[in-house]
């Protein structure tokens, strides 16, 4: 079992910087791919990106390139999520994710409670 706690949201104008982190917890947590998702309103859950086990391989989705930085410290055991040059888009509920591969949610086994993302315009 994976335990998974997100923290550093918060309420943002367009333009500025924010970094989420994801404590991670439990048996051989450090040897999963870990993932962040995204959830707005009234729509369904987005992948944000992926890191691997030792952080050497890290996806994203388009509209987060060049933006959004993925990292771990597994001696930590946190992922973070830099975000930069946020929009008002980018508002949601960030969730971290382990224990799958990939950008579809379902297959995620553990997940996070989620952090509140507000980017104003």
Request: aromatic share 12%; with cysteine.
């Amino acid at each position: 079992q994976v335990q998974l706690v997100e923290s550093g949201g918060g309420l943002v104008q367009a333009g500025a910087s924010l970094r989420l982190s994801c404590a991670a917890s439990g048996r051989n947590s450090w040897t999963y791919w870990m993932a962040w998702f995204r959830q707005a309103p009234g729509k369904d859950r987005e992948f944000v990106g992926a890191i691997s086990e030792g952080g050497d391989s890290v996806d994203y989705t388009d509209s987060v390139k060049d933006r959004f930085t993925i990292s771990r410290d597994n001696a930590k055991g946190t992922v973070y999520l830099q975000m930069g040059s946020l929009k008002p888009e980018d508002t949601a509920v960030y969730y971290c994710a382990a224990g799958g591969l990939g950008s579809a949610p379902r297959s995620y086994h553990f997940w996070g409670q989620g952090t509140q993302v507000t980017v104003s315009s």
